[in-house]
């Protein structure tokens, strides 16, 4: 989930109120990060429960910009977090989702599903990351 909330601030973060003193301007900065994370954060932990994220993020961070630039915030924001929100429900629906958290596609030599967590960006923990490998193979 790193890499959306880093986009969407990478896309935004130029444009923060720029007649406050260059202190302040750095902290709005770090506050926009900080409130871009915890979206995704809370996205990834509780995303069926979670409505309009786009919307709490721009009610968030909209202060710590000119109003001449917040339709383009805004926009920015529905972008960002709309694929974010699209690549949790792919998650969801391949099952990789269970309470919130991204589980191991394997299964153990029990016939089990492993309960370990995946590595980033991957459907298998570091013990099943051999079968990643051969699910690209094949
Ligand atoms: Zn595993």
Redesign the pocket.
């Known amino acids: 989930m790193y890499q959306y909330s880093r986009a969407i601030y990478r896309s935004i973060k130029d444009l923060v109120d720029p007649y406050v003193d260059p202190e302040t301007r750095i902290e709005y900065r770090r506050q926009v990060l900080d409130a871009c994370e915890q979206t995704m954060e809370r996205l990834a932990s509780d995303p069926l429960y979670f409505a309009k994220p786009e919307r709490a993020l721009f009610q968030d961070i909209r202060r710590y910009f000119p109003i001449t630039v917040q339709a383009q915030v805004a926009w920015t924001v529905t972008k960002g977090v709309g694929a974010a929100v699209e690549f949790v429900e792919e998650q969801i629906e391949s099952g990789a989702f269970e309470g919130g958290v991204a589980r ?3 299964t ?1 030599r029990k016939g089990k599903p ?1 309960q ?1 967590t ?1 590595l980033p960006e991957r459907d ?2 570091p ?2 990351q051999h079968l990643e490998r051969s699910k690209i193979a094949a």
């Open positions: 191991c596609h394997a153990t492993c370990r995946p298998y923990c013990s099943h």
